[in-house]
């Protein structure tokens, strides 16, 4: 009997043509892993397709909750966001992804994985990252990294003589790829980094310009740092980010242009639409800031940066974010209760923050003076921090004296 090869299928035009190379040049038996995160795709077509194309077997995993809880909600809860900018909708896609594809091997007793991730980018990484910490026993094929093939229209024709139908034209010119978290968009303009994305590139977000001319309030509902409701309705996680999508996606909320740094180390330009994702990560910082104590707060920060490197780089499956979450797990037990935002023409601002764990005082903050604060005691706080200051003007003084001596 052939062996088995687990293919992470999208039925997009890389993975298509990928089924029957994998029959053509290793002779397996290709099982195609369809994971469902929320990418919009008609399921019973891509399998449809993936049979026509030569699949010996075809496995669909519904994966979008447990990507938001298990994955896209933990880096919400550490503040992720990689240099600035990019909410992580493809990075973290890709370790629960690649996790069921292992788990579809072994059960079926394949002895190789295989996805359409180029040799430039960064997907590739986190694909065998996440093969080799679940299951370094299997076999990885990377067909990007062994064929000829070298561009779209390559594979286009490889497509049309091996009879594949696919839906891409050659007149397509971005690369995208969308979860239930963002919607993102490579090539064509956006290749140089010096054009402005055109009006079309744009797909979840309409813009500023025609976004509504009022104003919308959403609340957002947290329990320990995970969003629960929308507007006061608990919703499923699914649901709830499926609908702040549409919130913030017509009032213009979430595009990012962001010339970002690969892994492999080449600079590389994309546009990102993220409206559900934005609100979130604004409401639950505000949120924070109500709730988490200065020191915690400020060190949080620099986990949220490490957190998302690790993402980022596709060290998901690493020991150090296993550690972090525990720290990040430790800091949301009191991170709940609600924020109100205003959304006005691709603007986000914050109407209003609630929580019973609420550190904020208003006989502390207030400049109407209290019993709560005696403002005497700044004094000798000021004293006593201002020391080493004052130690070090002291000896600059004395040296200057000696100087002048001489």
């Known amino acids: 009997m052939p062996e088995k090869v687990v293919l992470a299928y999208s039925g ?4 298509s043509i990928i089924i029957p190379w994998l029959k053509e040049n290793y002779a397996y038996d290709v099982i195609a892993m369809v994971g469902d995160v929320g990418q919009g795709d008609d399921i019973e077509a891509v399998v449809a397709k993936a049979y026509a194309t030569g699949a010996s077997q075809v496995v669909v995993e519904d994966l979008r909750e ?41 059960r079926e007793g394949a002895t190789a994985v295989a996805h359409g991730c180029t040799g430039k980018g960064n997907d590739q990484v986190r694909f065998e990252l996440a093969y080799q910490a679940l299951a370094p026993e299997l076999r990885v094929i990377a067909p990007w990294r062994e064929w000829t093939l070298k561009s779209r229209e390559d594979c286009l024709d490889y497509a049309e003589e091996h009879g594949v139908p696919v839906a891409a034209s050659r007149e397509k010119i971005h690369s995208r790829d969308r979860n239930l978290w963002h919607l993102s968009h490579e090539g064509g303009e956006l290749e140089d ?15 500023p310009q025609d976004a509504p001319d009022r104003e919308e309030q959403v609340t957002i509902g947290f329990d320990a740092g995970v969003p629960v409701s929308v507007n006061g309705l608990e919703l499923d996680p699914v649901s709830l980010v499926e609908l702040l999508n549409e919130v913030g996606g017509r009032n213009a909320i979430g595009r990012v242009d962001l010339v970002e740094n690969r892994f492999v180390g080449i600079k590389s330009r994309g546009c990102y639409e ?4 934005t609100l979130l990560i604004t409401a639950h910082r505000e949120l924070e800031a109500l709730c988490l104590e200065r020191d915690v707060t400020h ?10 490197e690790l993402v980022y780089f596709g060290l998901w499956f690493a020991p150090l974010r296993e550690a972090l979450d525990a720290f990040v797990e430790a ?26 764990h609420s ?12 019993d709560s604060y005696d403002q005497k005691d700044a004094a000798g706080f000021i004293r006593i921090l201002g020391l ?19």
């Open 274 to 277: 993220t409206p559900g994702g």
């Open 12 to 15: 997009g035009l890389d993975t």
């Open 299 to 308: 060190f949080k920060q620099h986990i949220g940066l490490k957190y998302a």
């Open 66 to 106: 447990e990507f938001l809880t298990g994955y896209v909600f933990p880096a919400l809860k550490a503040g992720a966001v990689y240099e600035h900018k990019y909410l992580l909708g493809t990075s973290l896609a890709r370790p629960v992804i690649a996790k069921h594809q292992v788990e579809v091997a072994l």
């Open 388 to 406: 080493p200051s004052r130690s070090r003007a002291q000896a600059r003084k004395q040296t200057a004296r000696s100087e002048v001596a001489q």
């Open 331 to 356: 800091t949301q037990k009191d991170v709940s209760g609600s924020v109100t935002l205003s959304l006005y023409k691709g603007n986000v601002s914050v109407v209003s923050r609630q929580s019973e």
């Open 359 to 370: 550190l904020y005082r208003t006989d502390l903050s207030s400049f109407t003076m209290g």
């Open 193 to 207: 980094a010096a054009n402005a994305p055109l009006p079309s590139t744009w797909q979840l977000t309409c813009s």
